[in-house]
């Protein structure tokens, strides 16, 4: 890393901090808002969104001359990030418009992958991803609503594009000096993965014991993971 890089590690670590803070709150508050206290419900609205917000922030601090193609799309992902965190976490059934705002969001991460690495570039990574995502809707078909079904399929192949996309571009940018942060990328690719994976598994197929645990704790590392790969090096 450079001395500017160990500059905005420093400058960047209360954010992170605060980050850390509100989405242990934000999972603590699903886990607790069940019973019987509104108070956790509240610190639940609160602090997902702004955890969220946090790491736009942190991203928008990260913008320099030569990654701002692909920060900005990372940012725009998060804005509507937290518009889908907002959608799914009000009383209601607000779930197809989350999926809408997340939908949006993996479109934007797919335009920032795309940045510096050609799309679709191993072939064989796309195959099996596409493979994943058909998978996790066949597990879903039969519980889905007739309604839900097409918006399921066009989110789950975007999400599997996003993620063999995030991987691609890693192994293109291997040995280059952005290795590290295409790394993060394709971690977090792949935690979001695993995160709407275990939401729509949730909401539609078992009852899962701490789901929001699982949930909320691969989602904000995915996040994350994709805020980490705007920093400079």
Not at 111 to 122: E, I, N, V
Not at 162 to 185: D, N
Not at 198 to 220: E, H, M, Q, S
């Amino acid at each position: 890393m450079s001395y500017g890089g160990t500059l905005d590690a420093e400058r960047n670590r209360p954010i992170q901090a605060f980050f850390l803070a509100c989405a242990a709150l934000a999972i603590l508050g699903s886990l607790l808002a069940a019973g019987d206290g509104s108070f956790w419900r509240w610190l639940h609205y609160m602090t997902k969104p702004s955890a969220t917000l946090l790491l736009l922030f942190f991203v928008l601090r990260n913008l320099t001359p030569s990654s701002r193609a692909y920060g900005t799309a990372v940012a725009v992902g998060l804005v509507f990030a937290a518009a889908g965190d907002l959608f799914l976490m009000l009383p209601g059934d607000y779930f197809l418009a989350g999926l809408v705002c997340f939908l949006l969001t993996h479109c934007a991460y797919i335009f920032a992958l795309t940045r510096d690495a050609r799309l679709a570039a191993h072939p064989v990574v796309f195959t099996v991803f596409a493979l994943i995502a058909l998978s996790v809707v066949a597990g879903l078909w039969t519980s889905l609503p007739s309604e839900m079904r097409i918006p399921v399929i066009i989110y789950a192949l975007a999400l599997g594009a996003m993620a063999a996309q995030a991987i691609s571009r890693a192994r293109q940018l291997s040995g280059t000096p952005r290795e590290l942060t295409a790394r993060y990328a394709a971690i977090g690719g792949l935690l979001f993965l695993v995160s709407d994976t275990v939401l729509a598994y949730g909401r539609f197929r078992f009852d899962i014991p701490l789901n929001a645990f699982w949930v909320l704790g691969t989602y904000y590392a995915a996040q994350w993971f994709f805020a980490r790969s705007t920093e400079s090096r």
